[in-house]
């Protein structure tokens, strides 16, 4: 009896192994390689930009886990547009699933104040609260990409103050409590998308940041010819106030077009309104740029 449980074991071994599922043997050492997406803060915005990286997972450590260390390490060199959420020194202790919610332990570090927020009232408040709040959010949405998990419960190891549960309490958010949130729940209003990239570099136009601003703009190979016509930021319009839409993004996903409404004051002195101009944008080294060309029309069109 037991040859022929060997036998048939062996005639099913290459049909188990080739479904990929009751049999998913590494050899010890061996790696494999994810291709993952990691939401971090982009700029100094409130809104979270998506990095994809190639991770290699050991065979010996979850995905799960794999994820949560990128996000502590940071963006990638050359990410000029993005920014760390969590303080250095924080190490990931432990990640372990229940069924569809991920139970993800810090080390305390966790808690301290990143470089900058080591006074947290006044007007520094709101910028160390919103860096908190995108810290957990892109937590959640990272580790939610895959739609294998719905929520993530965070957990401190050594926590201080913490009484009788590890559970972040609400004091990571600045408040005199020691009340447990409820665990973390994929925040998609948080994502960039076209329309808030714009938004966003609009609102560098509108403070006359121009050194950001030009970093932030961009133009296809088709448009070399449409870029390479002088032009200086110094000499644009002011822009006084301004709408956006969400923008629609093109079939290649890689251009997207955002309606905008504004009022522009020219050099002379006149007051100037644009309605629904559709202004493009370019997807390049995975951040949205606004159209140096596009940006071109716009003005030539206002300002003759």
């Known amino acids: 009896m ?17 479904a990929g599922g009751l049999l998913d043997y590494q050899e010890p050492g061996s790696r494999r390689v994810v291709e993952a997406v990691l939401y971090f803060r982009y700029q100094d915005s409130p ?12 065979h010996t450590k979850s995905l799960e886990r794999a994820l949560v260390e990128a996000l502590l390490s940071g963006p990638q060199a050359g990410r000029g547009s993005y920014r760390a959420l969590f ?58 990409e895959g739609g294998e998990f719905s929520s993530v419960q965070v957990l401190v190891l050594d926590q201080p103050q913490a009484a009788n549960s590890m559970r972040l309490s609400r004091r990571y958010y600045l408040e005199d409590s020691d009340a447990l949130p409820d665990p973390l729940t994929r925040d998609e209003a948080c994502i960039l998308t076209p329309g808030k990239a714009a938004g966003h570099i609009l609102s560098l136009w509108q403070k006359q940041d121009w050194n950001r601003l030009a970093r932030l703009l961009a133009a296809s190979p088709a448009d070399s010819e449409a870029a390479g016509r002088a032009f200086s930021v ?29 009022s522009l004051g020219t050099l002379e002195g006149r007051e100037l309104s644009v309605r629904t101009f559709p202004l493009r944008m370019l997807r390049q080294d995975q951040d949205w740029l606004l159209s140096l060309p596009s940006l071109q029309r716009l003005i030539g069109e206002q300002t003759p």
Not at 47 to 56: P, V
């Open 87 to 144: 303080p250095p020194g924080t190490q990931v202790v432990n990640v372990l699933a229940e069924g569809t919610r991920l139970f993800v332990t810090f080390s305390s570090e966790v808690l301290k104040p990143l470089p900058g927020e080591e006074t947290i009232s006044g007007p520094g408040r709101a910028e160390a609260l919103l860096r908190r709040e995108l810290a957990m959010a892109s937590l959640v949405n990272t580790l939610t």
């Open 47 to 58: 809104w979270l930009g998506q990095e994809l990286r190639s991770l290699e997972v050991p």
């Open 234 to 262: 110094q000499d644009m319009p002011v822009l006084t106030k301004f709408e956006v839409s969400q923008g629609s993004v093109g079939f290649d996903g890689r251009t997207a077009i955002v309606l905008l409404d504004a």
């Open 2 to 18: 037991l040859p022929l449980l060997l036998g048939m074991l062996l005639v099913l071994l290459p049909f188990f192994a080739s």
